[in-house]
């Protein structure tokens, strides 16, 4: 018999429920509740609004239930990095600071004071980013904390009650051993932090409670490394580029790399369902355009026509400078890193618009060429997954970039590889990742673009 579950996944922009039906004719995938994920600032500083957050889970596995009747399980995944925090009564004590908020610049000097960046690498393998959770409990007040709780880990604890910390999005606090997937115990002790903070760990595919009597599992819990499960790879020599808010960029590696050069790079080695390493570097993604698009007050398919039409490779600007990180002025921070680069500024949107997609080509094919430098890893497909595979022009620049295929889709990446992952662990499905991704190639088959 079929069996449904229900994948819950939080975005920068939008969350929404999906759901998955594991039947004769392989995955069935229907989003049931889509709703908007909207920031708000707070005395200064900008918040995630998590109860709303919340509502809108609970409302969508209502829409999955009325839908299919039972559900077979639920599994929850968000962006990274951020986190609740708790008193010794289980409280939420304040709405979750944002990773785009510019208070943590005093955590990052506090942390590189006490445990220099070369050795802070050398021990997470975690790339910098000034948002790592890492860096912002450095500029938090911890006194009256009992618990710090990811996302994630959050919403399942207000849906079960039950408090844990899934692995994979416990390797982006830069405060995780890769080697071992355990917490770096000397990194708490340089810092000062109680290892206690957070709760135990565990791992993605495991029980985590349940909900109105249906199962919870854990999952790929870090939004990116259940978009890396749903790469439909037909090998292993592939790279992946996880194409949302964020472009993640990189291989599937089964041993990090923690060498000097590799931090150098600024590359990551997040973990990875079945305790893969997600060797990566973070590109800023359809954000740029997300900003360029709000801030016009311009409609996605008119910029990318308008883009279409302009000169390509007029001016290209780097787009992993963490310049572009705040929300905001982003034309104008484009334009004026084009002036200091001594290219053409763009002239109207369009000119803008393809200055960004020309961008963030060459940040791919940069990051692709320093991964596989990097690992010595060979590559002879790209997987362009998640929003970005529906923007055929981004897709076409990056093959003709990076001289090599890329192969877009599913769009739902995310949603597909935390219900295979719930899948699994109910038993409704066995394997191998590779046994995963085949299983969701033969019903989402990606879109070729070959290289002119
Ligand atoms: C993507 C993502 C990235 C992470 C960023 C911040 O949604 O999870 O992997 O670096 O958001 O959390």
Request: proline share 6%; glycine share 10%; net charge negative.
């Amino acid at each position: 018999m079929a069996e449904v579950f229900a994948a819950v996944d939080l975005g920068a922009s939008s969350g929404r429920v999906v759901t998955g039906r594991f039947g004769d004719g392989g995955l069935e995938l229907a989003e049931v509740h889509r709703f908007p994920n909207e920031p708000v600032r707070c005395r200064g500083t900008l918040r995630w609004d998590i109860r709303s957050l919340y509502k809108g889970l609970t409302d969508g596995l209502r829409a999955a239930v009325e839908r299919h009747g039972e559900l077979s399980g639920i599994g929850i995944d968000t962006w990274a990095v951020d986190y609740g925090l708790l008193d010794a009564s289980g409280t939420l004590l304040a709405d979750p600071a944002h990773y785009r908020d510019t208070r943590t610049a005093a955590g990052v000097d506090r942390v590189h004071a006490v445990v220099p960046p070369a050795r802070l690498y050398a021990t997470t393998g975690i790339q910098f980013q000034p948002f790592n959770t890492v860096f912002q409990l450095a500029a938090e007040e911890l006194a009256a904390v009992s618990s710090v709780v990811l996302i994630p880990d959050l919403l399942s604890y207000w849906l079960t009650g039950e408090l844990g910390t899934e692995r994979t999005n416990a390797s982006t606090t830069g405060l995780l051993d890769p080697r071992t997937g355990e917490w770096s115990a000397e990194l708490f002790g340089e810092l000062g932090l109680r290892q206690d903070l957070f709760p135990p760990l565990r791992d993605p595919g495991v029980a985590a409670g349940s909900y109105e009597g249906c199962p919870v599992y854990t999952v790929g819990s870090h939004d990116t490394a259940s978009a890396v499960v749903a790469v439909p790879a037909a090998s292993d020599r592939f790279a992946y580029i996880s194409c949302g808010t964020w472009s993640l960029v990189g291989l599937e590696l089964d041993e990090p790399v923690l060498t000097e050069q590799a931090r150098l790079a600024n590359f990551t080695n997040e973990r990875g369902v079945d305790g893969k390493i997600r060797f990566l570097r973070n590109v800023m993604g359809l954000w740029l355009l997300q900003e360029v698009q709000r801030e016009l007050g311009l409609g996605l398919g008119y910029l990318l026509d308008a883009a279409a039409r302009s000169a390509p490779g007029r001016s290209v600007v780097d787009a992993t400078d963490p310049r572009f990180l705040p929300p905001g002025g982003m034309a104008a921070r484009i334009t004026a890193a084009c002036r200091e680069t001594g290219q053409p500024e763009p002239r109207d949107p369009g000119e803008l618009a393809r200055c960004v997609l020309d961008s963030l080509a060459v940040a791919y094919r940069e990051a692709i060429a320093d991964a596989t430098r990097l690992s010595g890893h060979q590559v002879d497909a790209i997987h362009l997954v998640g929003g970005g595979a529906r923007n055929e022009l981004l897709c076409r620049l990056t093959a003709e970039a990076c001289g090599v295929p890329v192969y877009a889709g599913p769009t739902e990446a995310t949603a597909a590889g935390n219900l295979l992952v719930q899948a699994r662990a109910a038993g409704a499905l066995d394997g191998s990742l590779q046994d995963l991704r085949t299983l969701l190639r033969a019903t989402h088959p990606p879109h070729p673009h070959h290289p002119e």
